[in-house]
């Protein structure tokens, strides 16, 4: 069974899917056999903590086998204590997404959650797959149902939205296929476990030479689906015209390809260039958490503000990645999870206000409190959770990171700070004027509060949000150990393996990378 679980996991959203297609459109049908699938997809993930083994830190659950002889291709899949949770907050999320979109859809329905089973399929493949061709191939794959969905089912400025988005994304790949197809040259292998003792092994021809390209071409790819500052214009526009399934998925998971990629592949493969450019990437970093708060809180719609929200918080991530400290990394990849639940359940809230009223204008709110208790009350504890209040999931994230980012270099820590204060204030102020003060618009009096469906999709977030923010241990046993596995070619044998030439007090002054 253990052999066959990622499989499973993996192909059941997808054997849905296609079991979709050949359903007759009767919507309800259509809705509960998605529900049913995605609910399957997720019990079946569970698997995976449940039989964990802690404390080892290499890929478990792993199946290779012979796929493609020429080139040589495998189909090779493993998860590690960085990808297993990943894989779980996908698996989680997307039967919220269908709950939530059980009555915002109304065309093409089928089309609608074949394309969001397929989306699953494609996301969780990028998580587990250690074939650097099958790596891209689900890497690519995400994009074609993502870009459907925001083109078909978003709102006025949808089609444009689902360009920008696909051909950024897009070209941006190229550059990553670029590195790939180099590595397969050079080993003859796209194996991902190969190639990264071949690195740290020193046995790669020409890659010394290579290495400074090789770092940018998975940098840029990774970069943008972050995104990072400046690479992130295409993600407010996809996020304000995408449905509220595709908000979630694309916030909730998508966004976290990009910050996963950045460790999995540049941290881990290349740490010397990882170490020489972290000053100028943890720049970026930190300019894109005070200018995505900044940003945020001069909006004057809400799904455009959170959009943005997600620029300032992403930020946090890529800083605690690259203060190469172990509690920084851990903690870049707790607030990972932290995000898709908070910032996926912010876009649901706010779907379900939209159906209601049609607006996400802030203005045209106020009062909600008195009509809408229970929403309210959700709203609230998810917004304390995004800001990162204590014993809530964000302040145990953005507190590692800010520790990682504090023990590299004080500024870094100093200014990320601001970025927590910031955020407090734009969620905040957004509460209030939603939900506080007299009811000025009379459609407001008579909005419904949460309905039973709506709240079967918000109080399992909710409790997320409270369990991850005091039971932090159960996750960070898990990663920790993959963390350091990941982090050991950074404080061992470094030059070594990758360029003479980079001077022993850069890494210094960057941290120790070991603790």
């Known amino acids: 069974m253990s052999k066959l679980i990622l499989t499973l996991i993996t192909f059941v959203p997808l054997a849905g899917a296609i079991l979709l297609m050949f359903m007759p459109r009767n919507d309800r049908v259509i809705k509960w056999t998605a529900l049913i699938v995605s609910i399957l997809a997720f019990l079946s993930s569970l698997h995976l903590p449940a039989h964990w083994t802690h404390g080892a830190p290499g890929f478990q659950f792993a199946i290779d086998a012979p796929w493609i002889s020429s080139p040589n291709i495998h189909y090779h899949l493993g998860v590690d204590g960085i990808s297993v949770w990943l894989v779980l907050l996908t698996t989680f999320l997307t039967p919220f997404c269908v709950l939530i979109s059980w009555k915002s859809i109304h065309g093409a329905v089928k089309e609608f959650f074949v394309l969001m089973l397929i989306l699953e399929t494609a996301m969780i493949g990028v998580f587990v797959s250690l074939d650097l061709f099958l790596f891209y191939v689900f890497w690519e794959a995400t994009l074609i149902p993502m870009a459907l969905m925001i083109g078909m089912y978003g709102h006025e400025r949808r089609v444009y939205a689902a360009v920008k988005f696909f051909l950024y994304t897009m070209v941006a790949s190229v550059f990553m296929l670029g590195a790939i197809i180099w590595f397969y040259i050079h080993t003859g292998s796209f194996d991902y476990v190969t190639i990264q003792n071949a690195i740290q092994s020193g046995s790669i021809s020409g890659f010394n030479r290579a290495a400074e390209f090789l770092f940018f071409g998975f940098f840029i790819a990774f970069a943008v689906k972050v995104p990072l500052f400046p690479f992130h214009t295409w993600l407010p526009d996809a996020h304000v015209e ?58 004057p719609n809400m799904k455009k503000l959170v959009a943005y929200s997600s620029v300032s918080h992403l930020g946090f991530c890529v800083l605690g990645i690259f203060t190469f400290t172990q ?51 959700l709203f609230l504890m998810i917004t304390l959770s995004s800001v990162g209040l204590p014993l809530m999931n964000g302040f145990v994230g953005e507190f590692l990171i800010l520790s990682g980012a504090f023990t590299a270099w004080q500024w870094y820590g100093i200014i990320g700070t601001t970025g927590v204060i910031w955020s407090a204030g734009y969620l905040l102020w957004l509460y209030q004027r939603t939900f506080f003060g007299e009811i000025t618009q009379p459609a407001n009096a008579r909005l419904a509060d949460a309905d039973g469906r709506e ?61």
């Open 242 to 299: 995408a449905p509220t399934a595709g908000s979630v998925l694309l916030a909730g998971v998508l966004l976290k390809m990009g910050t996963y990629g950045l460790l999995r592949f540049n941290a881990t493969l290349f740490p010397a260039q990882a170490h020489e450019h972290a000053l100028w990437i943890n720049v970026l970093a930190l300019i894109g958490i005070v200018y995505g708060a900044l940003v945020a809180l001069v909006q």
């Open 327 to 377: 509690i920084g990394v851990n903690g870049a990849v707790y607030q990972m999870l932290n995000h898709g639940i908070s910032t996926g359940a912010l876009f649901m809230l706010l779907g379900m206000l939209y159906e209601r009223r049609h607006t996400y204008e802030i203005k045209e709110y106020g009062g909600l409190a008195t009509s809408m208790p229970v929403y309210s009350t």
């Open 455 to 515: 709240r079967v999709s918000l109080i399992p977030m909710v409790a997320m949000a409270l369990i991850m923010g005091v039971a932090s241990p159960l996750w960070i046993r898990m990663i920790d150990p993959s963390v350091e596995h990941s982090l050991r070619p950074s404080s061992v044998g470094t030059a070594a393996a990758t360029r003479s030439d980079l001077n022993a007090p850069h890494i210094v002054a960057m941290g120790n990378p070991a603790k």
